[in-house]
C-alpha cells in the first residue's frame, strides 16, 4: 500500500510540474499571440499615417501646382490684351483728332456761308482753301474683327482623365514586406545577417540594410548591393542590436517597405591583434592591423587564443604591400616570438603568393595569390573526437578547410595534443599591408 501510495504521489507530482509546463508554455504562446496582435495594429496605424500624410502632402503640392499654372496663364491673357488693344487705341486716338477737326471745319463753313450771303467772300474762300488742306477724302483704315485677336483658352479634358488613372494605381498596400530577415548568426565581434525574399513577385535590384544599438533612436545605413548576407562588424559583445532590410524593385528608385526589424546580439569575444609590437600599427578595435615601415618584424598574433574550432575566422585584406615568401596569414597553437613567419610546426597558414604551409611544410593544392580586398577564410573541425579526444597529451586530427577568391583547399592537420583554442597570426617582411580580421 506504501508503495502504490508512493507512486500516485510521485505521479501527481509529476502531473502538477506537466501542468506547470504547459501554462508556462501556454502563457508564452499568449504573449507571443499578443506581439503579433500588436504588431498588426501598430503597423496598421504607422500605414495609415503614412498614406494621410503622403496624399495630403500631394494635395497640396498639387494645388499649388495648379494655382502656379492658372496664374502663368492669366498673365498669359493679361499680355496678349494689352499688346493687342495698343494699335487700337493709337488708332481710336487718330479717329478722335479727326472728327475734332471735322467739327470745328463745320463750324467754319457754316460760319463762312452765313457771311458769304452778306457779301462777305473772303472769309469763305479761307474755309476752301482750308478744307482742300485738310483732306477730307482720307480715311484711317479700322482693322475688321477677324484681323483682331480674340481670346480663348485651350483646355484638353483628357488631362482629367489621365490624373484619375494614375492617382486610382498610385499607391499599393501590402500585408507583408517583400523581404524578410532570415538569420542572424553571431560572430566574435560581429554578426552575419541573412535576409530572403517573401514575395515571388517582386524582383529585387538591390537590398539596403540597417542596424542601430537597442539604445539608439535612428537606424543607420551599414550595406546597400546585391547581395542577402552581410557581416555588420564592429559589433559590441552582449549588447543587443536591431536590424532591418528592405529592397529596390527592378528599374525603380523607391525602397520597399522595412521588413519586421530583428534583434541579434554576440556573445562571442572580438578578435584583437596583441599590441605593442612595433612593426605594426592596429586601429582603435585592434581588429585591423597595419605593418609599418619599422626594420623590426615578425610574427603578429591575437591578444588571446580566441578562435574555436566551428567558427570560421576571415582574415580581409585591405591594402597590399610588395611580397615576400616568408609573409604568412594564419593560425596556431602557440606564440613563438622567436619566429618570424607562421610557416613553422604548430601552425596552418597562407603566404602571401597563395602557398599553404602546414606544421612548416608546403602543400602541392594552393591558393591564388592575396590582393587588396581578398578574403582568406579558415574553416577547421575536429574530425575524430572519441572519449579521450579531450585528454590532455592525447593527439587530435582536425579538418581544415581555407578559402580564397572562390577557392579552397580541404585537409587534416594532426596535433599532438588537444587544444581548446587557436592563435591567429601574420607576418609580412615590407611595409603596406593592411589585415582586418572577424
Not at 543587443?240 to 525603380?252: K, L, S, T
Not at 591558393?367 to 579531450?390: K, M, Q, R, Y
Not at 585528454?391 to 599532438?416: A, P, Q
Amino acid at each position: 500500500m506504501e508503495l502504490e501510495a508512493e507512486a500516485l504521489l510521485q505521479e501527481a507530482r509529476e502531473n502538477i510540474e506537466a501542468a506547470r509546463t504547459y501554462r508556462r508554455e501556454l502563457q508564452h504562446r499568449l504573449k507571443g499571440l499578443h506581439l503579433a496582435r500588436q504588431q498588426i495594429k501598430d503597423s496598421a496605424a504607422l500605414t495609415r499615417e503614412v498614406l494621410e500624410q503622403h496624399f495630403n502632402d500631394l494635395k497640396g503640392t498639387l494645388r499649388k501646382l495648379l494655382d502656379e499654372r492658372l496664374l502663368s496663364l492669366l498673365q498669359e491673357v493679361d499680355a496678349i490684351e494689352q499688346e493687342s488693344i495698343k494699335p487700337l487705341d493709337e488708332c481710336q486716338k487718330l479717329i478722335e483728332h479727326g472728327v475734332g477737326t471735322a467739327d470745328e471745319l463745320l463750324q467754319e463753313g457754316e460760319s463762312a456761308i452765313r457771311d458769304a450771303k452778306e457779301q462777305n467772300s473772303d472769309k469763305l474762300c479761307n474755309f476752301t482753301k482750308k478744307a482742300l488742306h485738310i483732306q477730307l477724302d482720307s480715311l484711317p483704315e479700322v482693322p475688321s474683327l477677324v484681323d483682331v485677336p480674340c481670346l480663348s483658352a485651350q483646355l484638353d479634358d483628357s488631362l482629367l482623365t489621365i490624373v484619375r488613372s494614375q492617382i486610382f494605381d498610385h499607391g499599393t498596400v501590402a500585408s507583408r514586406p517583400p523581404v524578410q530577415i532570415e538569420e542572424l548568426i553571431e560572430k566574435p565581434g560581429a554578426i552575419l545577417v541573412r535576409w530572403c525574399k517573401v514575395d515571388e513577385d517582386f524582383l529585387p535590384q538591390d537590398y539596403r540594410l540597417q542596424y542601430r544599438k537597442s539604445t539608439a533612436s535612428h537606424f543607420e545605413d551599414v550595406y546597400v548591393g546585391s547581395d542577402t548576407e552581410f557581416i555588420v562588424l564592429h559589433i559590441d559583445p552582449n549588447v543587443d542590436y536591431q536590424f532591418r532590410v528592405c529592397a529596390r524593385g527592378d528599374g525603380r528608385q523607391e525602397w520597399s517597405p522595412w521588413s519586421v526589424s530583428q534583434i541579434g546580439r554576440s556573445t562571442l569575444v572580438p578578435h584583437e591583434w596583441t599590441p605593442g609590437l612595433e612593426g605594426y600599427s592596429l586601429s582603435s578595435r585592434r581588429n585591423i592591423a597595419l605593418r609599418n615601415d619599422s626594420q623590426v618584424g615578425g610574427v603578429l598574433y591575437s591578444k588571446a587564443p580566441t578562435y574555436y574550432c566551428g567558427q570560421t575566422l576571415t582574415f580581409r585584406v585591405e591594402t597590399v604591400g610588395q611580397t615576400d615568401r616568408k609573409d604568412s596569414i594564419g593560425v596556431c597553437v602557440e606564440q613563438q616570438h622567436d619566429c618570424d613567419s607562421l610557416q613553422r610546426d604548430k601552425a596552418v597558414c597562407v603566404s602571401t603568393n597563395g602557398a599553404v604551409f602546414v606544421n612548416g611544410k608546403e602543400m602541392t593544392n594552393q591558393l591564388p595569390a592575396v590582393t587588396s580586398g581578398s578574403a582568406v577564410t579558415f574553416d577547421i573541425e575536429a574530425v575524430n573526437l572519441g572519449p579521450s579526444t579531450h585528454n590532455e597529451g592525447s593527439s587530435i586530427k582536425l579538418r581544415v578547410t581555407i578559402s580564397s577568391n572562390n577557392r579552397e583547399v580541404v585537409f587534416d592537420w594532426v596535433l599532438d595534443q588537444w587544444c581548446h583554442s587557436l592563435y591567429f597570426g601574420c607576418s609580412f617582411s615590407y611595409p603596406g599591408w593592411k589585415v582586418l580580421v572577424f
